[in-house]
């Protein structure tokens, strides 16, 4: 039996590993802590075995670079993951699981062009986000030895049933519009079941190292729009010849290269000793909708 203690009692990634690993109950027993003020520090970490680490503070188009709210990302996504896992260590916990970014790397897709992440990419990150999940990581990383396991996790874009952030938004684009541009790109995605199964990998291997998991296969756009809309029961055509619109656009805003852009971690980057792709593109897609 492996306890595990969940930081973050309404984060979406950590109710959604709770209620994948409830699957297992003779293998998980698994519980949750409020990390928004000081009172976990009065929390017993004794008798528990992991500590998978999901609260933050998300990033925002209207905060990411604003040099005034980065000691709130720092305090927040920075510093207190350090606090948590020092506390885990000398309190006897052997594994500290903690939910990075891929923005740890700075990158972003220019419309028409492709950008691969591999193990040579350096970590360069651009916004308050990804600075503070950074150091974090060294924080955290510093820790790791003598009993004490650190796996850092770099997931792309996450998506899955009752998710926030930019998949909600491609499903309003598909429940809203009668057509959509057929754009060739190529991204980076991982689907929420996928995650929760490279997670339970870790927990009965106990090992640490960093990890930068993603789908089996590469999502397109436009393609991912067109399987929500059927998803949901409607058939959404892919009309072409939209590239000049979106040249025009991604001058105007960062969401047409956000979307259309063709950011890629190398599959080799993504490998695992064992398969966590439960879930196909198809399958996840109909799962996220039903």
Same mark, same amino acid.
């Not at 820790?143 to 998710?163: D, Q």
């Not at 057929?182 to 291997?205: D, F, I, P, T």
């Given at each position: 039996m492996r306890r595990v203690l969940i930081t973050g009692v309404h984060s979406y990634l950590g109710q959604s590993l709770r209620a994948f690993l409830a699957q297992w109950p003779e293998e998980f027993q698994v519980e949750s802590l409020s990390v928004r003020d000081s009172n976990w520090k009065e929390a017993d970490f004794h008798g528990f075995d992991a500590i998978y680490h999901t609260a933050a503070l998300v990033h925002m188009e209207q905060n990411k670079h604003d040099p005034d709210q980065a000691a709130l990302y720092d305090e927040v996504n920075g510093r207190l993951p350090v606090l948590l896992a020092e506390k885990a260590k000398a309190e006897g916990v052997s594994q500290f699981?903690?939910?990075?970014?891929?923005?740890?790397?700075?990158?972003?897709?220019?419309? /028409?062009?492709?950008?691969?992440?591999?193990?040579?990419?350096?970590?360069?990150? !651009?916004? +308050?986000?990804? %600075?503070?999940?950074? *150091? !974090?990581?060294? /924080?955290?990383? *510093?820790?790791?030895?003598?009993?004490?396991?650190?796996?850092?996790?770099?997931?792309?874009?996450?998506?899955? #049933?009752? $998710?926030?952030?930019?998949? %909600?938004?491609?499903? =309003?684009?598909?429940?809203?519009?009668? $057509?959509?541009?057929?754009?060739? +790109?190529?991204?980076?995605?991982?689907? @929420?079941?996928?995650?929760?199964?490279?997670? #339970? $990998?870790?927990?009965?291997?106990?090992?640490?190292?960093?990890?930068?998991?993603?789908? =089996?296969?590469? @999502?397109?756009?436009?393609?991912?729009?067109?399987?929500?809309?059927? *998803?949901?029961?409607?058939?959404?055509?892919?009309?072409p010849g939209f590239g000049w619109v979106l040249s025009l656009l991604r001058h105007m805003t960062p969401a047409v290269d956000k979307a259309f852009g063709s950011l890629c971690y190398d599959p080799a980057l993504s490998q695992y000793k064992t398969d966590y792709c439960l879930w196909d593109f198809p399958a996840s897609v109909k799962e996220s909708e039903a």
């Open positions: 699981i903690f939910l990075s970014t891929m923005a740890v790397y700075g990158l972003t897709a220019p419309y /028409g062009k492709t950008v691969s992440i591999t193990a040579d990419t350096p970590l360069r990150p !651009a916004d +308050n986000y990804g %600075r503070s999940k950074l *150091a !974090a990581e060294q /924080g955290l990383r *510093a820790l790791a030895g003598n009993g004490f396991s650190v796996a850092i996790l770099r997931p792309p874009m996450i998506y899955g #049933k009752g $998710c926030k952030g930019n998949f %909600r938004t491609l499903e =309003a684009m598909a429940a809203k519009l009668p $057509c959509f541009p057929a754009v060739q +790109n190529q991204r980076s995605m991982l689907y @929420v079941g996928n995650l929760n199964a490279l997670v #339970k $990998c870790l927990l009965e291997s106990r090992e640490g190292g960093v990890f930068c998991p993603q789908n =089996a296969s590469y @999502v397109n756009t436009s393609e991912l729009v067109r399987e929500i809309a059927r *998803a949901k029961g409607k058939e959404l055509p892919l009309i």
